[in-house]
C-alpha cells in the first residue's frame, strides 16, 4: 500500500451546484479537520473564489480542506497534490434543488419553477457535468479521487464518515463527522435551509443579548421539554457551528455552551411549528 503523507496534499471537496458539498464540508469541520471557509454555513472560500488568478494560498492550504464546486473554470494548478472528495446527488433531486435557488434567487418565475421541461434540461445539464467534472480530476497526476454519494450520506452517515476518514489518513473523528448530518430524506426542502437556520442564528443573537447574564439554570430551563418532561437540547452542532456566532464576542468554552442550547432550543420549536418535509 502507497504510504502517503497527508499533510502534504490538499483536500477538494468539489461537484457540481447544490450537489451536498457543504455537508461533507461540514462533516470534515465535525471530524476536527482543518477547513478553509468565510461562511460556515456553505463552507465558500474567498480565496477559493479568486481562483484561476489568485492561486498563491494554496501553498499555505496543504492538510486542509476547501470547497471548490466550479472547478472546470477555478482550474487549481496541478503543482500541488490534491485529494478530491467528488460529491454526486440524484440528478432529479439536483435539479430540484438547483431550481429552488433560481427562484429564491428570482432569476425564474414561480411558473417557470414548475415547469417540468426545465427540470429535464437542468437534469440533463448537471449530469453531463459531474462526468466533465470527473474526466478532468483524473488528468491531476498523483491525485485520488473519493466518489461521495449525496442521498447514501443522509441515509448512513457512518459508513460516509468512515470512508472519508480511511481516504484522509484515518485520525478523524467519526463520531462527530456522522452526528453532524441531520437526519432526513434526501429529497429537496420546498424552501432554503441555510436562510431558514440563517434566520434562527439571527433570532440567537437577538435571545443572547437578553439572557448573557443569567445564570446557566436559567438557560436550562428555557429548553426544558415540557413535553417530555425532561432536559433535551438535542445536538446542536449539526445546526450550526456555534463559533460563527460568537466570533465577535468573547471566545468562551462556556459561551458557547449556553449559545449551543438556545439554538438547540429555537430550532426545536421551530420544528415543532413545521409541517413535516422532506429535504
Not at 192 to 207: G, N
Not at 225 to 246: G, K, V
Not at 260 to 271: F, G, P, S, T
Amino acid at each position: 500500500m502507497q504510504n502517503i503523507n497527508h499533510s502534504d496534499r490538499i483536500v477538494v471537496v468539489t461537484g457540481v451546484q447544490r450537489c451536498g458539498a457543504s455537508l461533507i464540508m461540514h462533516m470534515l469541520d465535525a471530524g476536527e479537520f482543518p477547513v478553509i471557509a468565510n461562511d460556515f454555513l456553505t463552507y465558500e472560500s474567498r480565496l477559493a473564489a479568486g481562483l484561476p488568478k489568485e492561486k498563491q494560498w494554496l501553498g499555505s492550504a496543504r492538510g486542509q480542506a476547501v470547497k471548490i464546486l466550479d472547478i472546470l473554470n477555478a482550474r487549481p494548478p496541478a503543482a500541488y497534490a490534491f485529494d478530491f472528495i467528488l460529491v454526486e446527488r440524484d440528478p432529479k433531486q439536483n435539479a430540484r434543488s438547483v431550481i429552488k435557488t433560481m427562484a429564491a434567487s428570482r432569476q425564474i418565475s414561480p411558473k417557470e419553477e414548475l415547469d417540468e421541461a426545465l427540470s429535464e434540461r437542468i437534469k440533463g445539464n448537471l449530469a453531463a457535468r459531474h462526468q466533465e467534472i470527473l474526466s478532468y480530476l483524473k488528468r491531476y497526476n498523483g491525485c485520488r479521487i473519493l466518489p461521495v454519494s449525496f442521498d447514501e450520506t443522509l441515509n448512513d452517515p457512518k459508513k460516509t464518515a468512515a470512508d472519508i476518514n480511511a481516504f484522509l489518513g484515518g485520525n478523524l473523528n467519526e463520531s462527530g463527522m456522522a452526528n453532524a448530518v441531520i437526519p432526513r430524506p434526501p429529497e429537496c426542502l420546498p424552501y432554503m435551509l441555510d436562510q431558514r437556520v440563517r434566520e434562527r442564528v439571527r433570532e440567537t443573537q437577538s435571545a443572547m443579548a437578553e439572557i448573557v447574564n443569567r445564570r446557566q439554570s436559567d438557560l436550562k430551563a428555557l429548553c426544558y421539554d415540557t413535553d417530555r418532561e425532561q432536559f433535551d437540547p438535542a445536538n446542536s452542532f449539526e445546526i450550526l457551528n456555534a463559533r460563527q456566532i460568537f466570533e465577535d464576542k468573547e471566545d468562551t468554552a462556556s459561551l458557547k455552551a449556553l449559545g449551543a442550547l438556545v439554538i438547540a432550543e429555537l430550532v426545536r420549536r421551530q420544528k415543532a411549528k413545521e409541517p413535516k418535509h422532506s429535504l
